[in-house]
């Protein structure tokens, strides 16, 4: 699947325009960065690849992108709920008998480091637990377009150095990867970089 972003332009009401003249196009082979100084427009451009805002001038195109994921930056829990219910809940939701669904929630939970807390409630992980809990919940709902906001923004730089690496791995999985960051380990952890403070008339902005 890819998304195609054609002369993409947003503003809100009669502001400034945040970004103009993106022409890009993200394949589901490629992890993106999403870069630029606060107020560029980084969750904007979130919402536009979502399809949940509509954009003041051009188009997006989303070839074969029926689901999204979307990880905020603040990590959202049930807080009694265990780690192996957060993740076995989107392979139950989609028809997945219980017992297959802890175990692959528990497959899923190992490749993210987080064997140790299977069982403990999300209210005593740590930011770096939680935040790979989300990344993890996020893949078990099988998104074609998984979406990721400043994910180290609020983690001390020995917790991000793990969210990172996390994030490094999330190639190769047929998903198209877009993470809104300010972090240069993120950045770097990315094959990709779109920087919007580079989105003027002449400079889409697309970086390797």
Same mark, same amino acid.
């Given at each position: 699947?890819?998304?195609?972003?054609?002369?993409?332009?947003?503003?809100?009401?009669?502001?400034?325009?945040?970004?103009?003249?993106?022409?890009?196009?993200?394949?589901?082979?490629?992890?993106?960065?999403?870069?630029?100084?606060?107020?560029?427009?980084?969750?904007?451009?979130?919402?536009?690849?979502?399809?949940?805002?509509?954009?003041?001038?051009?188009?997006?195109?989303?070839?074969?992108?029926?689901?999204?994921?979307?990880?905020?930056?603040?990590?959202?829990?049930?807080?009694?709920?265990?780690?192996?219910?957060? *993740?076995?809940?989107?392979?139950? $939701?989609?028809?997945?008998?219980?017992? %297959? !669904?802890?175990?692959? +929630?528990? &497959? #899923? /939970?190992?490749?993210?480091?987080?064997?140790?807390?299977?069982?403990?409630?999300?209210? *005593?992980?740590?930011?770096?637990? $939680?935040?790979?809990?989300?990344?993890? %919940? !996020?893949?078990?709902? +099988?998104? &074609? #377009? /998984?979406?990721?906001?400043?994910?180290?923004?609020?983690?001390?730089?020995?917790?991000?150095?793990?969210?990172?690496?996390?994030?490094?791995?999330?190639?190769?999985?047929?998903?198209?990867?877009?993470?809104?960051?300010?972090?240069?380990?993120?950045?770097?952890?990315?094959?990709?970089?779109?920087?919007?403070?580079?989105?003027?008339?002449?400079?889409?902005?697309?970086?390797?």
């Amino acid at each position: 699947m890819h998304i195609t972003l054609a002369d993409l332009g947003h503003r809100f009401a009669d502001a400034p325009f945040l970004f103009r003249h993106l022409d890009l196009t993200l394949t589901h082979d490629m992890t993106y960065a999403l870069t630029g100084p606060s107020g560029s427009g980084k969750s904007t451009l979130l919402s536009l690849l979502a399809g949940w805002l509509r954009p003041t001038e051009g188009r997006v195109v989303r070839d074969c992108a029926a689901r999204t994921a979307w990880v905020l930056q603040n990590p959202h829990g049930v807080a009694r709920r265990t780690a192996l219910d957060h *993740v076995a809940l989107p392979f139950l $939701a989609r028809g997945t008998p219980h017992r %297959r !669904a802890s175990t692959q +929630a528990r &497959d #899923l /939970l190992a490749e993210f480091g987080l064997l140790d807390v299977v069982d403990s409630p999300f209210a *005593v992980l740590s930011g770096g637990e $939680a935040q790979r809990l989300m990344l993890a %919940r !996020a893949l078990a709902y +099988a998104p &074609d #377009l /998984l979406l990721v906001d400043e994910p180290t923004a609020q983690l001390d730089p020995s917790t991000a150095a793990v969210v990172n690496q996390t994030l490094n791995g999330l190639g190769g999985r047929e998903i198209l990867v877009v993470i809104a960051t300010h972090d240069p380990a993120t950045r770097a952890a990315c094959t990709t970089t779109i920087d919007l403070s580079r989105s003027t008339e002449s400079d889409s902005g697309f970086s390797s």
